[in-house]
C-alpha cells in the first residue's frame, strides 16, 4: 500500500501474535494484532488488528472471512475486508495449496485504496512433523476497474510447532509493485506466534 511507506527498496518487519480457538469441529476464528516497523527496521510505521474465522469444508476445501482495522500515525484509518476460497491437497510428504482472495479496500474518510483479486500457491515440505519448510508466490490482478497485474509476492518461509498449543511462523517476502506510477521492491521480515486458546 502507497501509504505505509516511503523507501523504494526498503527492509520491514511485519511482528504478531495470534490468538485461536475452535468454535466447532469445522470452525475456528483468531485474534492477531500486526506491528510494523521500517526504514531499514529502524522506525515504528504502523500496526494493524485482524479478525478472521475459517470454516473447513471438507476434502480439502476451506473458506475464510477476514477483516483487517489498519491504524497509521498521523494518517487516516483504513479498513479492508477479504473473502477466501482455498483448496489443498496432500501427497506423502508434500502439501499443495491454493487460495483465491478477494481484497476490498473499504472507502473510509475519503480514502480510495485499489481492490485486487489475489491468488496464492504454496509448497509445503512436511518431512518433520514439528518443522515445516514452504515456498509460497501471490500475484495481485487489480479489480475496481483498472484489470491489471500490479504486485507480486515471493514468499519463502517455515513454521515450527512447539508444544499442542504454540506455533512459530517466520517468512521472508519479497514484494515486488508494477504498472503503477512508482515501481519499487519491499523485503519484508514477517514473524507470527501462534497461541491456540
Known amino acids: 500500500m502507497t501509504f505505509a511507506v516511503e523507501a523504494q527498496d526498503d527492509y520491514i518487519s511485519w511482528t ?8 466447532s469441529d469445522k470452525t475456528r476464528i483468531s485474534l492477531k494484532p500486526i506491528f510494523r516497523h521500517y526504514r531499514d527496521l529502524s522506525q515504528y510505521q504502523n500496526m494493524s488488528v485482524d479478525l478472521s474465522v475459517r470454516r473447513d469444508l471438507g476434502k480439502g476445501w476451506s473458506t475464510l472471512f477476514l477483516t483487517r482495522s489498519w491504524f497509521i500515525p498521523e494518517a487516516d484509518y483504513r479498513h479492508f475486508l477479504w473473502t477466501d476460497v482455498a483448496y489443498g491437497l496432500k501427497k506423502n510428504t508434500i502439501t499443495i495449496s491454493n487460495r483465491l482472495r478477494y481484497h476490498w479496500a473499504l472507502n473510509v474518510n475519503d480514502n480510495k485504496d485499489p481492490d485486487y483479486f489475489r491468488w496464492s500457491a504454496r509448497i509445503i ?6 518443522f515445516k519448510p514452504y515456498f509460497q508466490v501471490e500475484p495481485w490482478l487489480r479489480a475496481d476497474g483498472i ?6 509476492r515471493y514468499e519463502p518461509g517455515f513454521s515450527w510447532t512447539f508444544g499442542k498449543q504454540y506455533r512459530l511462523d517466520f517468512q521472508y517476502r519479497i514484494e515486488k509493485f508494477f504498472n503503477v506510477p512508482t515501481e519499487r521492491q519491499f523485503n519484508v521480515f ?6 491456540i486458546i
Open 125 to 130: 515440505f512436511r518431512n518433520d512433523k514439528k
Open 147 to 152: 484489470y491489471q497485474f500490479q504486485r507480486m
Open 16 to 23: 504478531s501474535v495470534q490468538l485461536q480457538t475452535q468454535l
Open 190 to 195: 514477517v514473524l507470527n506466534f501462534l497461541f
